[in-house]
């Protein structure tokens, strides 16, 4: 009779393993934009140029540079690294970063739009796994949907190219689609060809509450991405697709969280430090205002989250209007309004973006946390109103069937 096979090794958490046991490192995780550059160009985009920019190109960090980069953060204690772009495959030098990465013993995550994986690099990711599963996005489901949403006619063959590739060397991955014009009536088929794919629990998530250009460079592209944004009550409808379940999440994260912030601004800074295409750090990769950016090449990333960082952390809110309404809405946390939603739209890290305050104000009528009509920053009754029931199945919004069309002023794209 032969013996089991003795395992060495077992999987626990950092938590249980007690890995920090001296407290928390200065950098857990880190997120690295390794260019804007992007092969296609997709109408939503708040991100990317023209992947023949050259100038974009010659400003970008060199591989020692990001090497360095990567050191540094292993040295504060970073255990994992995400590379997004624009598509950071588009990068000659990217095979030689992931390596770099994955010598320092950090989990990668990859962004990518799929279109650019070679037969080289699906065997690479075998061969020497990311630790973390890639992230493709897929902008439709066939040859004229793909094209409307990327600009690019091949965009589809190539994509679909990339993700067999990755099916095929075992690869694991997920898939998040867009919810565009061109998209929106495709999201049954979506939804059932993302399903068949190996490793994807659920459904696909969805980006459609989208951001203007983070470095504010191109006002005609945000006249456009603001046409494709979906209305507050269509977005209520969309995430109807994700059953009850979704509604009671929502309940249960706002009765968390819920109450006034006040002027504070960064609740959200933690462990994570973000360095975009040219070695600067930030806080956030959408967020590009010059008080919360930090120039690496003319400092340290110990210094970024041991002392800059916490400097941010401290700017409060002076605009009135803020204090009025964001700095007294116990739906805070609920609300995509954030330092960075207020760069892109206003230039300001405190001006109220009106479109994520529709967003919130529907989805808390569809939980009952609010009437319509009312204000979140006027009422006081709040911690009573969480602890009421949900509202009944009749009385929640269901995904309409339909074409994309305007009704009273608001887009409405098919969500059957």
Same mark, same amino acid.
């Given at each position: 009779?032969?013996?089991?096979?003795?395992?060495?090794?077992?999987?626990?958490?950092?938590?249980?393993?007690?890995?920090?046991?001296?407290?928390?490192?200065?950098?857990?995780?880190?997120?690295?934009?390794?260019?804007?550059?992007?092969?296609?160009?997709?109408?939503?985009?708040?991100?990317?140029? +023209?992947?023949?920019? /050259?100038? #974009? %190109? =010659?400003?970008?960090?060199? !591989?020692?540079?990001? $090497?360095?980069?990567?050191?540094?953060?292993?040295?504060?204690?970073?255990?994992?690294?995400?590379?997004?772009?624009?598509?950071?495959?588009?990068?000659?030098?990217?095979?030689?970063?992931?390596?770099?990465?994955?010598?320092?013993?950090?989990?990668?995550?990859?962004?990518?739009?799929?279109?650019?994986?070679?037969?080289?690099?699906?065997?690479?990711?075998?061969?020497?796994?990311?630790?973390?599963?890639?992230?493709?996005?897929?902008?439709?489901?066939?040859?004229?949907?793909?094209?409307?949403?990327?600009?690019? +006619?091949?965009?589809? /063959?190539? #994509? %679909? =190219?990339?993700?067999?590739? !990755?099916?095929?060397? $075992?690869?694991?991955?997920?898939?998040?689609?867009?919810?565009?014009?061109?998209?929106?009536?495709?999201?049954?088929?979506?939804?059932?060809?993302?399903?068949?794919?190996?490793?994807?629990?659920?459904?696909?998530?969805?980006?459609?509450?989208?951001?203007?250009?983070?470095?504010?460079?191109?006002?005609?592209?945000?006249?456009?991405?603001?046409?494709?944004?979906?209305?507050?009550?269509?977005?209520?409808?969309?995430?109807?697709?994700?059953?009850?379940?979704?509604?009671?999440?929502?309940?249960?994260?706002?009765?968390?969280?819920?109450?006034?912030?006040?002027? =504070?601004?960064?609740?959200? !800074?933690?462990?994570?430090?973000?360095?975009?295409?040219?070695?600067?750090?930030?806080?956030?990769?959408?967020?590009?205002?010059?008080?919360?950016?930090?120039?690496?090449?003319?400092?340290?990333?110990?210094?970024?989250?041991?002392?800059?960082?916490?400097?941010?952390?401290?700017?409060?809110?002076?605009?009135?209007?803020?204090?009025?309404?964001?700095?007294?809405?116990?739906?805070?946390?609920?609300?995509?309004?954030?330092?960075?939603?207020?760069?892109?739209?206003?230039?300001?890290?405190?001006?109220?973006?009106?479109?994520?305050?529709?967003?919130?104000?529907?989805?808390?009528?569809?939980?009952?946390?609010?009437?319509?009509?009312?204000t979140a920053w006027t009422v006081t009754d709040w911690p009573a109103r969480l602890t009421r029931p949900a509202l009944p199945k009749n009385d929640q919004p269901h995904a309409r069937a339909g074409g994309s069309r305007r009704r009273g002023g608001e887009k409405t794209w098919k969500t059957r």
């Amino acid at each position: 009779m032969s013996q089991a096979r003795k395992s060495f090794s077992r999987k626990v958490s950092a938590a249980r393993a007690e890995l920090w046991k001296g407290g928390r490192p200065p950098l857990t995780r880190l997120d690295i934009e390794l260019t804007e550059r992007c092969n296609i160009d997709c109408v939503h985009c708040s991100v990317n140029l +023209p992947a023949g920019d /050259e100038n #974009a %190109r =010659r400003r970008e960090m060199t !591989l020692p540079e990001i $090497r360095d980069i990567l050191d540094a953060a292993a040295s504060l204690g970073c255990l994992a690294v995400r590379f997004t772009g624009g598509e950071p495959l588009l990068r000659d030098d990217f095979e030689e970063i992931y390596l770099a990465a994955r010598k320092r013993g950090l989990r990668v995550r990859i962004f990518t739009n799929a279109t650019l994986v070679t037969p080289r690099l699906a065997a690479l990711f075998k061969a020497i796994p990311p630790l973390e599963e890639m992230e493709v996005s897929v902008y439709g489901m066939t040859v004229e949907s793909a094209a409307a949403a990327t600009g690019n +006619p091949g965009a589809f /063959e190539a #994509a %679909r =190219r990339g993700v067999d590739l !990755l099916v095929g060397q $075992r690869v694991p991955f997920i898939v998040k689609g867009a919810v565009l014009p061109s998209t929106a009536d495709e999201m049954d088929e979506f939804e059932g060809w993302a399903g068949k794919l190996p490793g994807l629990n659920g459904k696909p998530s969805y980006a459609a509450l989208f951001d203007l250009r983070s470095r504010r460079d191109d006002e005609a592209k945000n006249g456009r991405i603001r046409d494709l944004r979906v209305g507050p009550k269509d977005y209520v409808r969309l995430t109807s697709r994700w059953g009850e379940g979704y509604a009671a999440e929502l309940r249960a994260f706002a009765a968390r969280t819920a109450g006034p912030y006040g002027d =504070r601004l960064f609740d959200c !800074l933690s462990t994570t430090a973000n360095v975009d295409a040219y070695g600067r750090f930030q806080v956030c990769l959408s967020l590009r205002h010059p008080d919360t950016v930090y120039d690496l090449k003319a400092g340290s990333l110990s210094d970024a989250m041991t002392a800059f960082l916490p400097k941010v952390r401290e700017i409060r809110a002076a605009n009135p209007e803020y204090l009025e309404r964001c700095g007294r809405c116990f739906l805070k946390q609920l609300c995509p309004q954030c330092p960075a939603k207020s760069w892109a739209e206003h230039g300001t890290l405190d001006t109220p973006v009106e479109y994520f305050c529709g967003i919130t104000h529907a989805q808390a009528i569809s939980i009952g946390l609010l009437s319509e009509g009312e204000t979140a920053w006027t009422v006081t009754d709040w911690p009573a109103r969480l602890t009421r029931p949900a509202l009944p199945k009749n009385d929640q919004p269901h995904a309409r069937a339909g074409g994309s069309r305007r009704r009273g002023g608001e887009k409405t794209w098919k969500t059957r």
